[in-house]
T-cell receptor, first 113, second 112 residues
C-alpha cells in the first residue's frame, strides 16, 4: 500500500529545544516536500527535494532545515523552535513520471510553548 | 509568482449541488488538482485534470476547466454531510519537477 508516514503525529515542546519530524515514503518517489498549514494562510511550502542530496527552499524556509540522505526519508529539523512555528506540518511526495499526483502524510501537529 | 485563488467559505444544503471555484495565474499550468482535507486529517487527492481537457467527471464530481479564463471549478452533485471539508485547488506546470501551488482552501459546510 502506498504510504507517507510522519512521526510524531503530535508534539508539544518548549522554545529552543531541537526537534526532528520524520517523513518516510514507500513509493520510490523522487520529489518530497514539507508544508505548514496555518488558519487563513493555507498551505505554505517550507522545503522540497528533487532527489537524494538535492534540496531547495520553498516559500517559508526560515527556522527550518532538511536533509535527504536516502530516497525514502526526508526529515524536517527545527534547531531552535519558536512559538511562531506552532503549526500543522505535512510531508508530501510526488513521482517524476506520470500525472504528478502528490501524496500527503497524515500531518504532525506541533505546539511550541 | 504564480498564484491560486479560492473563496474561503461555502455553505450548501444537503442534497443540493456545491460548486467550488478556483482561479490561477500561471498560463503554463499543465496539471490541476482538487484535494480534500477532512477535519484532523491530511490532504486526499480527489481528482485532477490536464490542461488539454475541458471537463472531467467522476461519479458525483465534475471538474470544469476554462483555460482561457484560467478558471477551474469542482461541482459536487447531491452534496452530503460527509462532504463537509476543506477543498484545495492546486496547479503545476509539469508532472514532477516543480512544486505544486495551492490555493488557501475553501471550507465547505453542508447543512442537514
Amino acid at each position: 500500500e502506498a504510504q507517507v508516514t510522519q512521526n510524531p503525529r503530535y508534539l508539544i515542546t518548549v522554545t529552543g529545544k531541537k526537534l526532528t519530524v520524520t517523513c518516510s515514503q514507500n513509493m520510490n518517489h523522487e520529489y518530497m516536500s514539507w508544508y505548514r498549514q496555518d488558519p487563513g494562510l493555507g498551505l505554505r511550502q517550507i522545503y522540497y527535494s528533487m532527489n537524494v542530496e538535492v534540496t531547495d527552499k520553498g516559500d517559508v524556509p526560515e527556522g527550518y532545515k532538511v536533509s535527504r540522505k536516502e530516497k525514502r526519508n526526508f526529515p524536517l529539523i527545527l534547531e531552535s523552535p519558536s512559538p511562531n512555528q506552532t503549526s500543522l506540518y505535512f510531508c508530501a511526495t510526488r513521482g517524476l513520471a506520470g500525472r504528478g499526483t502528490q501524496y500527503f502524510g497524515p500531518g504532525t501537529r506541533l505546539t511550541v510553548l | 509568482g504564480e498564484d491560486v485563488e479560492q473563496s474561503l467559505f461555502l455553505s450548501v444544503r444537503e442534497g443540493d449541488s456545491s460548486v467550488i471555484n478556483c482561479t490561477y495565474t500561471d498560463s503554463s499550468s499543465t496539471y490541476l488538482y482538487w484535494y480534500k482535507q477532512e477535519p484532523g486529517a491530511g490532504l486526499q487527492l480527489l481528482t485532477y485534470i490536464f490542461s488539454n481537457m475541458d471537463m472531467k467527471q467522476d461519479q458525483r464530481l465534475t471538474v470544469l476547466l476554462n483555460k482561457k479564463d484560467k478558471h477551474l471549478s469542482l461541482r459536487i452533485a447531491d452534496t452530503q454531510t460527509g462532504d463537509s471539508a476543506i477543498y484545495f485547488c492546486a496547479e503545476t506546470r509539469d508532472s514532477g519537477n516543480t512544486p505544486l501551488v495551492f490555493g488557501k482552501g475553501t471550507r465547505l459546510s453542508v447543512i442537514a
